[in-house]
C-alpha cells in the first residue's frame, strides 16, 4: 500500500461504505461456495436479546459486551436460517412456534462508536420465506462484526 493509502500508524484506510452489498452481477446458484471441509472457519460473536436488539451503548466499552452471548464457529456463507437453528439451540424464547428472530451486525463506525444495523429477518419455525436464504457474505458480514439477535 502507499503512503498515500496510510493513515498515521500504518494501518489501512477504512474500506468502502457499509450497508446492502450491491446486487449480485451473476445468480447466487453460481457463485462459489465455501469448502467447509477445507476452509477454516470463523468465531462468530453472537450476542441474543428478547424483545429488541441490544443498543450502541450495550457494546460502547470493548470487554463489557453483553452477558448474554453465544460464540458460534461457522462460514460466511451460513444463511440466516443455519444460524436461527443454532440460535434455538441455546435459546428457549427462540423456540416458541411464533417466535420471530431479527439479525443485526454489530461493528464500529468511522468514529470507532459501534453501529448496529439490522440485516435480515426469519422465523423461528421457517417457511422459507423473509431472510431465510441469505448468507452473511451476501448481507455485508466483515470478519470481526458481532451478530446481535432479537427474539420477537
Not at 416458541?96 to 468514529?111: E, G, Q, Y
Amino acid at each position: 500500500m502507499s503512503e498515500v493509502g496510510k493513515r498515521q500508524g500504518g494501518r489501512g484506510l477504512p474500506g468502502p461504505p457499509r450497508g446492502p452489498p450491491p446486487p449480485l452481477s451473476r445468480p447466487r446458484l453460481l457463485q462459489d461456495p465455501v469448502d467447509r471441509e477445507k476452509t477454516c472457519p470463523l468465531l462468530l460473536r453472537v450476542f441474543t436479546k428478547i424483545g429488541g436488539h441490544h443498543t450502541m451503548e450495550d457494546f460502547a466499552v470493548r470487554g463489557k459486551e453483553p452477558k448474554d452471548e453465544v460464540q458460534i464457529y461457522t462460514w460466511k456463507d451460513a444463511t440466516l436460517r443455519e444460524l436461527t437453528d443454532l440460535v434455538k439451540e441455546v435459546a428457549p424464547a427462540a423456540r416458541r412456534r411464533n417466535a420471530k428472530l431479527s439479525f443485526a451486525f454489530v461493528f464500529p463506525d468511522k468514529n470507532g462508536r459501534f453501529k448496529v444495523q439490522e440485516v435480515g429477518k426469519t422465523l423461528s419455525f421457517g417457511n422459507g420465506r423473509l431472510d431465510d436464504g441469505k448468507a452473511l457474505a451476501e448481507l455485508g458480514f466483515e470478519i470481526g462484526d458481532y451478530l446481535d439477535v432479537a427474539i420477537l
